[in-house]
């Protein structure tokens, strides 16, 4: 089921994604080569919790854990470790629901810890410029297949990566699954018309390879490229309003000005 949020109950949700993007704020100094994923997922579950807020994620579908971190060649739903130990050059991704006082925010961002390379730096900037192609497509009046047309285009055609097809984004609040689904590939001018009051994730997941998972992990949840590359991703959720998507999950007021909330 859609369901359509009134101004206040996105209010709400903007609040929950407050915490949410602070959250993803401060990893910036946390994450860091000789620290394991496990510490990641020590840090966010405190920072959740300190702010009053609930991390949705545990118990979902017999999940145990505050957060998704999935480090290289995972594209998602990769398990915080004790004995994975970062070092430099990893690539990792931290996906989290945040739920205050009943609104729910959903946001994943990728880290590069310690020192870069050319070919990642790239990939980060290609996959962020992708989420915010799809943002640009979400407005009143539009379809879903015009956020997915829109990243699809760019990362594949354009830059030659791979888009992965069987993970996507959806709609959100006030569970945290919801419809519809929002793939990040398709065709412009099909799929559901967007309407006001709509919440939805964009999260596009970009390979330096093939599009293509292998989803065989012994643990039943972590998703791999079928060719072994990096897998990137960067997710906000966003509102539908007749001024134009607003981003709800804002790590960056300045870069974001055009869409956040007056």
């Given at each position: 089921?859609?369901?359509?949020?009134?101004?206040?109950?996105?209010?709400?949700?903007?609040?929950?994604?407050?915490?949410?993007?602070?959250?993803?704020?401060?990893?910036?100094?946390?994450?860091?080569?000789?620290?394991?994923?496990?510490?990641?997922?020590?840090?966010?579950?405190?920072?959740?919790?300190?702010?009053?807020?609930?991390?949705?994620?545990?118990?979902?579908?017999?999940?145990?854990?505050?957060?998704?971190?999935?480090?290289n060649d995972e594209i998602c739903?990769?398990?915080?470790?004790?004995?994975?130990?970062?070092?430099?050059?990893?690539?990792?991704?931290?996906?989290?629901?945040?739920?205050?006082?009943?609104?729910?925010?959903?946001?994943?961002?990728?880290?590069?810890?310690?020192?870069?390379?050319?070919?990642?730096?790239?990939?980060?900037?290609?996959?962020?410029?992708?989420?915010?192609?799809?943002?640009?497509?979400?407005?009143?009046?539009?379809?879903?297949?015009?956020?997915?047309?829109?990243?699809?285009?760019?990362?594949?055609?354009?830059?030659?990566?791979?888009?992965?097809?069987?993970?996507?984004?959806?709609?959100?609040?006030?569970?945290?699954?919801?419809?519809?689904?929002?793939?990040?590939?398709?065709?412009?001018?099909?799929?559901?018309?967007?309407?006001?009051?709509?919440?939805?994730?964009?999260?596009?997941?970009?390979?330096?390879?093939?599009?293509?998972?292998?989803?065989?992990?012994?643990?039943?949840?972590?998703?791999?490229?079928?060719?072994?590359?990096?897998?990137?991703?960067?997710?906000h959720t966003i509102a539908i309003?007749?001024?134009?998507?607003?981003?709800?999950?804002?790590?960056?007021?300045e870069m974001d000005a055009p869409?956040?909330?007056?």
């Open positions: 089921m859609i369901t359509i949020k009134s101004p206040r109950e996105i209010e709400d949700m903007a609040k929950s994604g407050a915490i949410l993007a602070g959250m993803h704020v401060a990893l910036r100094d946390i994450i860091k080569p000789g620290i394991s994923s496990w510490k990641i997922e020590e840090f966010c579950k405190n920072y959740i919790e300190s702010h009053g807020a609930i991390p949705e994620q545990i118990g979902f579908e017999g999940y145990k854990y505050a957060t998704c971190v999935s480090v739903h990769g398990f915080p470790r004790k004995d994975l130990i970062l070092k430099d050059g990893d690539l990792v991704k931290v996906d989290t629901v945040v739920n205050y006082k009943g609104a729910m925010s959903d946001s994943c961002w990728s880290y590069v810890v310690g020192k870069s390379t050319p070919e990642i730096d790239k990939l980060m900037a290609v996959t962020k410029k992708a989420l915010y192609l799809g943002i640009d497509q979400a407005r009143v009046g539009n379809r879903i297949g015009d956020i997915g047309a829109a990243i699809q285009h760019y990362t594949e055609d354009e830059m030659g990566y791979g888009d992965v097809r069987e993970f996507i984004g959806h709609g959100i609040g006030p569970t945290m699954h919801e419809s519809p689904n929002v793939p990040h590939y398709g065709e412009a001018g099909h799929g559901l018309r967007l309407r006001e009051g709509m919440t939805i994730t964009i999260e596009p997941m970009i390979n330096m390879g093939t599009w293509e998972a292998e989803m065989d992990d012994p643990n039943g949840w972590t998703a791999r490229t079928a060719d072994g590359s990096l897998s990137c991703q960067f997710e309003t007749k001024e134009g998507p607003k981003i709800l999950t804002s790590q960056d007021p869409y956040l909330l007056k």
